[in-house]
C-alpha cells in the first residue's frame, strides 16, 4: 500500500492511493499516527474494505505522510562511502568518520515540509544550503532488544526526506543539530510505501536533481550501515516507538560534494526520487 496524509474539504485524513497513485481513499484513522500504532491487520483489513468513489488527488491537498512527527528525526551520517569521500573533501576536520561506526545525529522537526512545499532559505542565518535525498524508514511497532534478523518485523514502512542542511551553521557548531533542524528543513513524502511491498534489505534507486540537472543517484543497497545494523544497535539500548523515522544517509552529489560548491539558492527546485515510493518535489522560498 502507499499511505498518505492529505486535507479535503478542511479535514486531514490518512488514506490509502489507488492503483495508479491518481486518486485516494480515507482510511478510519484521525492521524497517520494512530494508524500506525493500530494492528496491522486491522490497518489492511480497513484498506480492503475501502469502497464507493475515491478522491481524485487533484482535488486535494498533500501533506507530509507524518506532518508533525511525535519525535524528532534520527539520521545517519555519512553512510554512504562516496559521500563520505566528498564530505572529507568539503572539510575534514567536520567530516571525519572512523571505519564502519555509525554517525547518528538529531533532527528537529515540529512540522514536515509538504510535497509542493517551500523549503525556507534563512537569510541572513543560512548561506550555505543544501540538499540530500534519503531513504526513510518508519517503524512500526515498539523496538527493543531487536536483534538484526529479527528488524524487518519492526518496519512500518519507507519515505524520503531531504535532509536539508545548512553547512556553515553544520560546521560551525560542533553539533549538527542546529544546522539540520531549522524550520522548513525537512520535506517528506510523497508517501509512505507498506513494508510489505519492499523486499528486505531494500535495493531501490535513489536520486535528486536540482532543477532538473541529475545531481545524487546510486541505490540503497550501498548504506555502509544497513537498515538491519542500524535498528538492531539502537534498539539495544533506545526503545524506537511506532512513528519513529530514521534517516538513512545521503549517497554522493550534495552541492558541498562540488568543487566549487553548488548551494541552492531562491527558486531552485528539488526533486528528490526513490524508487517504489515516488517523487519528492519541494522548492526555495
Ligand atoms: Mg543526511
Known sequence: MKLITYSHQGSTHPGVLTAGDTAVYPLPYPSMQALIEAPWEQVRAAARQVSGEPIPLEQVT????????????????????????????????????????????????????????????????????????????????AASKVPAERVSEYIFGYTIVNDVSARRLQTTHKQWYFGKGLDGFTPMGPCITTADEVAFPPALAISAKVNGELRQSS????????????????SSGITLLPGTIIATGTPAGVGM??????????????ECAIE?????????R
Open 257 to 270: 560534494g562540488f568543487d566549487p560548491p553548488r548551494f541552492l539558492k531562491s527558486g531552485d527546485v528539488i
Open 62 to 141: 498533500l501533506l507530509a505522510p507524518i506532518p508533525s512527527p511525535r519525535q524528532d528525526i534520527i539520521c545517519l551520517g555519512m553512510n554512504y562511502l562516496d559521500h563520505a569521500a566528498e564530505s572529507a573533501r568539503y572539510d575534514g576536520d567536520s567530516f571525519r568518520k572512523d571505519s564502519a561506526i555509525p554517525v547518528y545525529f538529531s533532527k528537529r522537526v515540529a512540522e514536515a515540509v509538504p510535497p509542493g512545499g517551500w523549503i525556507e532559505s534563512h537569510p541572513g542565518l543560512v548561506e550555505q544550503l543544501d540538499y540530500e535525498v534519503e531513504l526513510a524508514v518508519i517503524i512500526g511497532k
Open 219 to 234: 541505490n540503497t543497497r550501498l548504506l555502509i550501515t544497513s537498515i538491519a545494523d542500524i535498528i538492531a544497535e539502537l
Open 276 to 284: 517504489n515510493i515516488g517523487t519528492l518535489r519541494n522548492s526555495v
